[in-house]
T-cell receptor
Framework: QKEVEQDPGPLSVPEGAIVSLNCTYSNSAFQYFMWYRQYSRKGPELLMY????GNKEDGRFTAQVDKSSKYISLFIRDSQPSDSATYLCAMGDSNDYKLSFGAGTTVTVRA | DAGITQSPRHKVTETGTPVTLRCHQT?????MYWYRQDPGHGLRLIHYSYGVKDTDKGEVSDGYSVSRSKTEDFLLTLESATSSQTSVYFC???????????FGPGTRLTVL
């Protein structure tokens, strides 16, 4: 079993829909939770960062962390064609040098 | 790209030749990482560095070596390239361990 599980999709939604992405994990020591967006043939770019549990909102993006369920989510409201990308979750704990990444979910927003 | 450059951006080489990829940062971050990204495998950590001359192996380190003689530069060497090392290679940097990483633009390597 992988340390971080993420449904690879693909996910296709119409413009304006809410996109819901999620990851589950097994390591209860994880404290840092991130979402990255990766456009085709580009490097991953940091989208959202959350420390420990709770919600964080940034414009159309909301990240949620539920440590009791070992589950994190990313919601994209009013999705746009420019949101079409692969979204990767990542997490880490302060006792390790590395992050654990999900496999990424490919999202297409249809105009 | 948070002050990270990778060179070359594209490279085609032949099996058995050595290849060196360079990652250069202007952020003065302590931690640097090399990943490869392949369809169906996601991002896989090759090697990482936690300071000048301090490096360690990741999950797919066989056939790769690294060096870091300066804070700003992290080199990845394929000692004798094989076709299985055809991939996209990303460098990442981080100020604190296991925390937010910032990625470079990637190097697309093809080994024929």
């Amino acid at each position: 079993q992988k340390e971080v599980e993420q449904d690879p999709g693909p996910l296709s939604v119409p413009e304006g829909a809410i996109v819901s992405l999620n990851c589950t994990y097994s390591n209860s020591a994880f404290q840092y939770f991130m979402w990255y967006r990766q456009y085709s043939r580009k490097g991953p770019e940091l989208l959202m960062y959350t420390y420990s549990s709770g919600n964080k909102e940034d414009g159309r993006f909301t990240a949620q962390v539920d440590k009791s369920s070992k589950y994190i989510s990313l919601f994209i409201r009013d999705s746009q064609p420019s949101d079409s990308a692969t979204y990767l979750c990542a997490m880490g704990d302060s006792n390790d040098y590395k992050l654990s990444f999900g496999a990424g979910t490919t999202v297409t927003v249809r105009a | 790209d948070a002050g990270i450059t990778q060179s070359p951006r594209h490279k085609v080489t032949e099996t058995g030749t050595p290849v060196t990829l360079r990652c250069h940062q202007t952020e003065n971050h302590r931690y640097m990482y090399w990943y490869r990204q392949d369809p169906g495998h996601g991002l896989r950590l090759i090697h990482y560095s936690y300071g000048v001359k301090d490096t360690d192996k990741g999950e797919v380190s066989d056939g790769y070596s690294v060096s870091r003689s300066k804070t700003e530069d992290f080199l990845l060497t394929l000692e004798s390239a094989t076709s299985s090392q055809t991939s996209v290679y990303f460098c990442a940097i981080s100020r604190d361990r296991a925390n937010t990483q910032y990625f470079g633009p990637g190097t697309r390597l093809t080994v024929l």
